[in-house]
């Protein structure tokens, strides 16, 4: 059963704290991708990466970190450098990353609160 | 700086009639665009994309693309109360394949 699967799905941090977001995907895609959600906002993106071991920044990176050591894997960190991390954090995956028709899915996401 | 705006909404229809949801973009580059529903406390889930412009047709889902006036909208016939949710537009950039993404529109069917 092909997918992308986060976990934990809620996940509480404490002040200071760092803690790693898991994202696997088994459909073989090149491309996974990182986004932020606030309530009442769209997506942002965090992180991306094309190929193993490469990865780009995206438009609030600031804060959070990522590594690419396996093509089905993406884990992110939050860092307590993350001054408002509470969000909800959804991974997506692409085939190639590239090209019109290119399309991203999603994870089921994690939400993640700040106490 | 890309922009994808959508009215906020919330829209509200009827059972059985059309919604109809739009989406403009500011990039003139942008090559496709995607219609994501989005429902409460989930993740998005993709409806469809397009890329020429003209009409897009997917079971109840037709999208529309006017490249000439950077606008691509969603029309949902027969409107069902399970489709109320968020829809999100996205685009990418010329030469980009990072989305940006649209606030999303409400839309609340009712019976």
């Known amino acids: 059963d092909g997918g992308i699967t986060q976990s934990p799905k809620y996940l509480f941090r404490k002040e200071g704290q760092n803690v790693t977001l898991s994202c696997e995907q088994n459909l073989n895609h090149d491309a996974m991708y990182w986004y932020r959600q606030d309530p009442g906002q769209g997506l942002r993106l965090i992180y991306y990466?094309?190929?193993?071991?490469?990865?780009q920044k995206g438009d609030i990176a600031e804060g959070y970190s990522v590594s690419r050591e396996k093509k089905e894997s993406f884990p992110l960190t939050v860092t307590s450098a993350q001054k408002n991390p509470t969000a909800f954090y959804l991974c997506a995956s692409s085939r190639f990353g590239t090209g019109r028709s290119d399309t991203q899915y999603f994870g089921p996401g994690t939400r993640l609160t700040v106490l | 700086q890309k922009e994808v705006e959508q009215n906020s909404g919330p829209l509200s229809v009827p059972e059985g009639a059309i919604a109809s949801l739009n989406c403009t973009y500011s990039d003139r580059g942008s090559q496709s665009f995607f219609w994501y529903r989005q429902y409460s406390g989930k993740s998005p889930e993709l409806i469809m994309f397009i890329y020429s412009n003209g009409d897009k047709e997917d079971g109840r889902f037709t999208a529309q693309l006017n490249k000439a006036s950077q606008y691509v909208s969603l029309l949902i016939r027969d409107s069902q109360p399970s489709d109320s949710a968020t829809y999100l537009c996205?685009?990418?950039?010329?030469?980009?394949?990072?989305?940006?993404f649209g606030k999303g529109t409400k839309l609340s069917v009712i019976p």
């Open positions: 990466s094309q190929i193993v071991n490469d990865f």
């Open positions: 996205a685009a990418p950039g010329a030469g980009s394949y990072q989305l940006t």
